[in-house]
């Protein structure tokens, strides 16, 4: 298991690469690169310089510096060189000696554009030591930025993810003992009723019908916390932040649930069939301790195992929608705001390191599999 372990981590690092070098490469042929968005915004607004926040780890959108941005020819040439200086998509080159501020202005100065592949290269090495640098357009480090949008997306995939397995399991058990019958029927029928219901359509109708639509007016419409979170007491908080989190987390539940138990459901019939069971019951076990005592655990490998990755989908996967009809402010929100605005520090700096989480999820998953059934083996299966 060690020497498969070690395989796996080592192809995690050209797995990570061209994960980065696609989306890299993608960039180039997206139009309208930061460079842009910072220039429309100062035209469209005077004080709009206020705003800016310089990044150093900037990543460029394609868009060829000699030849100027379409959005900003009424801007200073010297404002855009410096613009893209500190964004590092071009660096002063100055003659030998010079002793001054690099700039534009100076005679012995001049901009030279960095290489996309430079650029690139240059990005990996400082992600590969998780310096993901600054925001463009908001003064903050993307890691503090993401730690700040974190508790949103915590919340939601953590509570989602636990309710589904508290109510998943249970339900395919039940429905794997009751296979054929009335119950397994009817219950079969709501879970894919639910499932086949888009979570946005969902969020709206709990919208509509609890948080002051047209009937009730039970739930609140935005944020994790109300306005006087600071003076409630710890049961006053934690009333309140169960009363927010309320319908968020049951419009990401309703169609998550399905899937897992019908795949518990489909685990348990199998294992059921199975001749161990029969012998265990022509032993005269009891059909609970039979279930539980042996089918148990062969059934619930798969569920089990699938813990990492499916906490994983739901904590980055599924949250956009259901965040911004919430109004949470969360990573789902995050990253589709960067995308919009060209934040790429934002944007490589999240899509690095969730990426890096994803891999190595998927190596926590098969050491799962181990864990729960130590007769699988995946040196042997890779000899």
């Known amino acids: 298991m060690g020497a498969y372990i070690l395989r ?93 501020k690099p700039s534009l202005t100076a005679p012995e100065c001049r901009k030279q554009v960095i290489p996309a592949a430079e650029r690139f290269l240059i990005m990996m090495g400082k992600y590969l030591r998780f310096d993901f640098g600054e925001s463009y357009f908001r003064s903050i480090s993307v890691v503090d930025l993401v730690l700040e949008k974190m508790p949103v997306s915590i919340t939601l995939g953590l509570w989602s993810t636990v309710i589904a397995y508290l109510i998943s399991i249970p339900l395919g058990i039940r429905k794997a003992v009751k296979d054929g019958s009335s119950f397994d029927t009817w219950t079969s029928g709501i879970v894919i009723a639910a499932y086949a219901i888009p979570g946005f359509l969902f969020a709206i109708v709990l919208m509509v019908v609890f948080a002051g639509g047209s009937f009730f007016q039970w739930f609140p419409l935005r944020g994790l916390t109300s306005d006087n979170w600071d003076s409630l007491s710890a049961w006053g908080k934690l009333k309140d932040y169960l009363w927010h989190i309320a319908l968020p987390v049951t419009a990401q539940l309703i169609s998550s649930f399905a899937t897992l138990t019908l795949l518990t459901k489909n685990s348990f019939l199998d294992e059921i069939k199975k001749q161990y069971v029969m012998t265990a019951r022509a032993k005269g076990l009891s059909e609970r301790a039979v279930l539980y005592g042996h089918v148990f655990r062969n059934a619930m490998l798969i569920v089990i195992a699938g813990f990492p990755g499916l906490f994983l989908g739901v904590f980055f996967g599924s949250s956009l929608i259901i965040e911004y009809i919430f109004t949470l402010d969360g990573l789902g929100k995050l990253g589709y705001e960067s995308a919009l605005a060209r934040d790429y520090p934002v944007m490589f700096g999240t899509l690095f390191a969730f990426g890096l989480i994803g891999l190595v999820v998927g190596i926590l998953s098969d050491m799962m599999y181990v864990l729960v059934d130590p007769r699988i083996d995946f040196e042997r299966r890779a000899g």
């Not at 797995?15 to 915004?41: D, H, K, S």
């Open 8 to 100: 796996r981590l080592l192809l995690v690092i050209p797995t990570l690469f061209g994960m980065m070098l696609i989306n890299f490469a993608l960039t180039q042929f997206v139009p309208g690169g930061p460079i842009e968005q910072v220039a429309a915004r100062l035209e469209g607004e005077g004080d709009a310089a206020k705003s800016l926040a310089g990044g150093e780890d900037a990543i460029s959108a394609g868009q060829d510096a000699d030849q100027g941005y379409v959005g900003a020819r009424g801007l200073p040439p010297e404002f855009l060189a410096e613009l893209e200086v500190e964004f590092g998509f071009a660096r002063f080159v100055c003659d030998e000696g010079f002793a001054g």
